[in-house]
């Protein structure tokens, strides 16, 4: 590997993580949504469990 072809690896490295991180960030409110749906129906099952 030259100098030029690692300096370009490393930059498409960063792109990746720059997606990523975009990617995560947009999902994340999702992501927080589906987990509180989920501890919803735990509760609801827990409570159906207590009956």
Do not use: D, T
């Not at 999902?27 to 989920?38: D, F, H, K, M």
């Amino acid at each position: 590997m030259n100098q030029l072809s690692i300096r370009l690896f490393f930059a498409s490295e960063e792109n990746q993580n720059l997606k990523l991180n975009h990617i995560h960030r947009s999902s994340s409110a999702v992501v927080q949504i589906q987990l509180y749906l989920q501890e919803e129906q735990l509760e609801l099952k827990h409570l159906h469990a207590g009956e």
